[in-house]
């Protein structure tokens, strides 16, 4: 049985990668997008008018932003000390794609990658010409100059399909990824918890973003399960981490969610998120979703989280921007 010591989320914004001079740049798309809060679809300027006393403009200038970057920053290094001190042979890393290897075409609930090889080929000029404003400068953060092939884990990626058909999650296998780029979600990890040196590792992908076959939060915490009775099982004496990558609420801030989730994950009782109920995560608030499954295992094992920092990093005075959580079990 393989020895699972380590379990990791964190969030993977673009605002963790850039330079809070970058920051504003995503503020045009802002004005222009509705925004899931509070289950409904909001515009900016609605945004404004009902968050008006929460003085949040005070809290998006370059002055704040800078402190909490570096605090931020901070507390990834901490992860990829922790990572780094446990010594992991293997990574089952859970993400999520954003239209980056999948579209509406086919987008599986689920998808385990089973193949030997992750590539992490640098984008086309063609490809960075047409990411929005704001998000070309942050794929380094994701992509090392020259691109990256990392060590796939078939062999116990293999054993996770297994499980998971067993659990009856009709779960879609990859033998290679659509793309050459891996998405940012897993990116971030091999990058900065990783530190571009990453164990062998199994992609994990839950489809949080994109109706209407998203997962919900119940079945999420189950496949969580799955995953952790694979490793389990599996005939092996490695030391394995489970990793979520993702969150916490964006693209608006709402700090009432994170704390009802962060205060969820140290109780170990996650009924008071699943009453919040499927509407509140959406856009990238969904991406809970992909820490949903780590707390199931690491819940099952009767491992306790330790949240480092809670840091709500807002860009405008709508609540826009990304609250970043980071927790790890050991």
């Known amino acids: 049985m393989a020895n699972i010591v380590l379990g990791i989320a964190t969030s993977h914004s673009p605002m963790l990668v850039t330079e809070t001079k970058n920051w504003g740049d995503r503020l045009p798309a802002d004005r ?54 446990a010594r992991i042979d293997v990574a089952v890393i859970v993400g999520n794609d954003q239209g980056e290897i999948y579209n509406s075409t086919l987008n599986p609930a689920f998808a385990i990658h089973y193949g030997d090889k992750i590539t992490n080929y640098e984008f086309s000029e063609e490809r960075m010409a047409k990411l929005p404003p704001g998000i070309e400068v942050s794929i380094p953060g994701y992509i090392p100059a020259g691109g990256a092939v990392y060590d796939g884990c078939p062999e116990l990626a293999l054993k996770i399909i297994e499980q998971a058909i067993a659990d009856e999650f009709d779960v879609a296998a990859m033998s290679d990824l659509p793309v050459a780029e891996t998405p940012h979600a897993w990116g971030f ?70 704390k009802t989730f962060l205060n969820a994950l140290e109780t170990g009782n996650l009924e008071s998120v699943f009453a919040m109920g499927e509407k509140t995560f959406r856009d990238g608030t969904s991406e809970m979703k992909n820490w949903i499954p780590v707390a199931g295992a690491m819940g099952t094992l009767g491992l306790k989280p330790h949240v480092l920092d809670y840091i709500p990093c807002y860009r405008s005075e709508a609540g826009t921007g990304n609250a970043m959580g980071f927790v790890y079990w050991n």
């Not at 997008?33 to 009902?50: N, Q, R, T």
């Not at 005070?58 to 901070?74: F, G, H, I, P, Y």
């Not at 109706?211 to 099982?233: D, H, V, W």
């Not at 092996?236 to 990793?243: E, K, N, P, T, W």
């Open 32 to 85: 222009a997008m509705k925004h899931a809060w509070k289950g409904g679809d909001w515009s900016f300027d609605e945004l404004v008018e009902a968050r008006s006393g929460e003085g949040l403009a005070e809290q998006s200038t370059k002055e704040v932003w800078d402190a909490r970057l570096e605090q931020c920053q901070a507390n990834v290094e901490k992860l990829a000390d922790i990572f780094e001190e």
């Open 189 to 258: 990890i091999y990058r900065h918890i990783m530190r571009d040196n990453p164990c062998p590792s199994v992609m994990a992908t839950v489809n949080t973003f994109f109706p209407p076959n998203q997962p919900t939060m119940r079945r999420c915490y189950k496949f969580g399960q799955s995953i952790l009775e694979a490793i389990r099982e599996w005939d092996s004496d490695l030391r394995v981490a489970v990793i979520a990558s993702g969150g916490l609420t964006h693209f608006v801030v709402d700090e009432n969610v994170d």
